[in-house]
């Protein structure tokens, strides 16, 4: 495998934003086929959590390896800690970053299949939000999204539990910045069961695949999620087992969400 550490000016964000990229090369027994390195590859675009970075899921799991054993490329963004959303009162649009730029770029760049069943977004926690949120903005570009632990808190941010609930760390003018008046977040494009709804009427709609561990924190709310998909007749996959936020989960998690997608 070949592992690629890339910047590039971003549009969207109106500054230079790097990515790790994962490219098979040869097989691991070096028997190289004639058309192994010709791809184009399928493509999983994996975000990374809050205070997280590019390397995470090279130094804390085996993403690198499955890649290579797969023949499948792997993209992995600096997305700041912005929810991969527009963010309207910065203006960065991190959404558009990861759902048109990116995708873009890195097709221009590597040998990458075009074709949107061959295009995976993928995150954890912050991340699984992000996945969620431009894998059914975008549902034309991803065919599948994995999204583990992810921070569904649309629901506390509308009804004004974040404001009691708020990380200690975190101030409350963070979540304002990053996700706008909390009475303009429902029915918008921030709005997770706004936009599965809308994609269910297009008939056009990414394959979801959700998880998260039973003693996690954010284990309500992406139960909540699940049931809201369930009225409305999204077909998903929710898988839980037992853990928290942690590597240990999601490394059980990411190889499921792999396998589910591409076995």
């Known amino acids: 495998m ?3 550490q890339a910047e590039y000016y971003s549009y969207a964000t109106k500054t230079h934003r790097s990515f790790t990229a994962v490219i098979p090369l040869e097989p691991e027994n070096g028997n190289k086929t004639e058309d192994y390195n010709r791809g184009p590859f399928p493509t999983v675009y ?3 959590g809050y205070t997280g970075s590019r390397t995470d899921y090279l130094t804390q799991s085996g993403i690198a390896q499955w890649a290579q054993k ?3 490329a792997v993209i992995m963004p600096d997305g700041g800690n912005f929810f991969y959303l527009d963010c309207e009162a910065m203006g960065e649009d991190y959404g558009r970053l990861i759902g048109e730029e990116l995708v873009e770029a890195t097709r221009q760049m590597f040998n990458l299949s075009c074709r949107r069943e061959d295009t995976v977004i993928a995150g954890l926690s912050m991340g699984g939000f992000g996945a969620i949120i431009n894998g059914l903005r975008y549902p034309e570009v991803f065919g599948s999204v994995i ?3 992810s921070a569904l808190i649309v ?3 509308i ?3 974040i404001e009691k609930e708020h990380l200690p760390s975190v101030p409350l003018s963070y979540y304002r910045t990053v996700f706008g008046p ?3 977040v429902a029915n918008s494009v921030k709005d997770p069961v706004f936009l599965a709804k809308k994609d269910l009427e297009k008939g056009c709609f990414p394959r979801l695949f959700l998880s998260c561990g039973t003693e996690d924190f954010l284990w309500r709310n992406n139960l909540s999620f699940h049931e809201e998909l369930e009225k409305m007749g999204y077909p998903h996959t929710f898988w839980t087992a037992p853990g928290v936020h942690n590597f240990d989960f999601w490394n059980q998690a990411l ?3 792999l396998d589910w997608c591409f076995g």
């Open 182 to 184: 909390a009475d303009q």
């Open 147 to 149: 999204a583990m632990s």
């Open 159 to 161: 009804s004004g539990r």
């Open 2 to 4: 070949a592992i690629f």
């Open 155 to 157: 629901e506390d941010i």
């Open 255 to 257: 190889p499921a969400g």
């Open 46 to 48: 994996l975000l990374h």
């Open 70 to 72: 797969h023949r499948c």
